[in-house]
């Protein structure tokens, strides 16, 4: 049986929901990883440093006793916040990063960032801080198709951004596409990239493998093979600029099978187990380590964690569905086996 030990992971991306749907999944994450940056997208959305701090004081009390695990908050980016939220979040010490969502792009966007040319202020006072921008890479336009999205974005949005700000720190969260690996690959050393597992183990066929898939859609949304061929050899690349992050999504079964379906896949059940999978098929077990557990520290300013966790080759059933306050949720394998298991 084939195992690895690595210094303890941590999930660079990751939405917690809140109140009983915190209760409910943070114990999978807080098993598996030391830290998480927990994404801002609530009702209403987790703007100002006060709302970011009290939803962590949540967070830390809906953890199972013993737990150790610390969450890292960030701030969601909207039209209108001031300039001096920034220097208040890092005065602070609680808020890692702040969250573009283009509004209307994903799941709880709308209070997102109409044109990101009205955030200039807020942007200034982040390159002056050192505060990193988590960027949900995709236009909202309707008009462009789902599958051109991402590429569109970079091409009008993100490149532009990243030129004109010469000295922000940017996180291209889950990317999809080649386009996507190869422009953070390009780019100045201050943009990374976060990968989910699912993205690395799935293309797009799987969301029409027999049938209409609910619980595969996820925003962005899954790509060609030629896509996750290239998202692996970035992740497996050893390159400090591509690192883990979940994207763990829960959404209650029912908002998912029904005929305006949420994105989101719930992983984080198997958290890091998906990856050593991803990584294993790739026979590049030797790199989880520097992708789960060195490179997003590295990026973050953050000491990698002390303790290790050991995985091994051992494949274990997921539930049919995982209770989710008075719901359930379908995680991803459900009714299925990971072939890794955290020891
Ligand atoms: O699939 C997704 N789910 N993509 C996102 O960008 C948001 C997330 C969510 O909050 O459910
Ligand atoms: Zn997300």
Not at 35 to 45: C, E, H, Q, Y
Not at 52 to 78: C, D, N, Q
Not at 316 to 335: C, N, S
Request: proline share 8%.
């Amino acid at each position: 049986m084939r195992t690895i030990t690595i210094a303890r992971p941590d999930d660079w991306h990751l939405h917690l929901r809140d109140g009983e749907h915190l209760r409910a999944v943070l114990p999978d994450t807080a098993r598996r990883f030391a830290r998480a940056i927990v994404m801002p997208n609530l009702k209403p959305p987790v703007a100002t440093t006060r709302l970011a701090l009290e939803y962590r004081s949540r967070i830390l009390a809906a953890l199972p006793a013993g737990a150790r695990f610390e969450p890292l908050m960030t701030l969601y980016l909207t039209d209108n916040t001031p300039p001096g939220e920034i220097a208040a979040a890092r005065a602070g010490g609680m808020v890692h990063a702040v969250k573009y969502y283009p509004a209307g792009s994903t799941t709880h966007s709308d209070a997102g960032v109409t044109d990101i040319a009205r955030c200039r202020g807020v942007l200034e006072a982040m390159e002056k801080h050192g505060m990193p921008l988590l960027v949900h890479g995709e236009v909202a336009d309707p008009a462009v198709d789902p599958f051109d999205k991402e590429r569109v974005f970079i091409e009008t949005v993100l490149a532009p951004l990243v030129e004109r700000h010469a000295g922000l720190k940017v996180v291209m969260e889950h990317i999809t596409t080649r386009e996507a690996a190869e422009f953070v690959k390009a780019a100045p050393p201050r943009v990374a990239a976060t990968l989910t597992a699912h993205h690395l183990l799935l293309s797009r066929n799987a969301l029409f493998a027999g049938g209409i898939r609910p619980h595969l859609y996820c925003l962005p949304v899954l790509k060609r093979e030629i896509h996750r061929q290239a998202l692996i050899q970035a992740a497996v690349s050893g390159n400090p600029k591509f690192f883990l992050g979940t994207d763990s999504a829960p959404h209650a079964r029912h908002t998912k099978e029904t005929d305006c379906g949420c994105a989101g896949i719930y992983t984080a059940h198997a958290g890091i187990e998906l990856y050593a999978e991803a990584f294993a098929a790739a026979g590049a077990l030797d790199r989880l380590e520097g992708f789960a557990s060195r490179h997003g520290a590295r990026f973050y300013g953050l000491p990698v964690n002390g303790e290790t966790v050991t995985l091994e080759e051992a494949p274990w059933p997921v539930p049919a569905e995982i209770p989710f306050g008075a719901d359930r949720l379908v995680p991803l394998r459900a009714g299925s086996t990971v072939a890794w298991k955290l020891r």
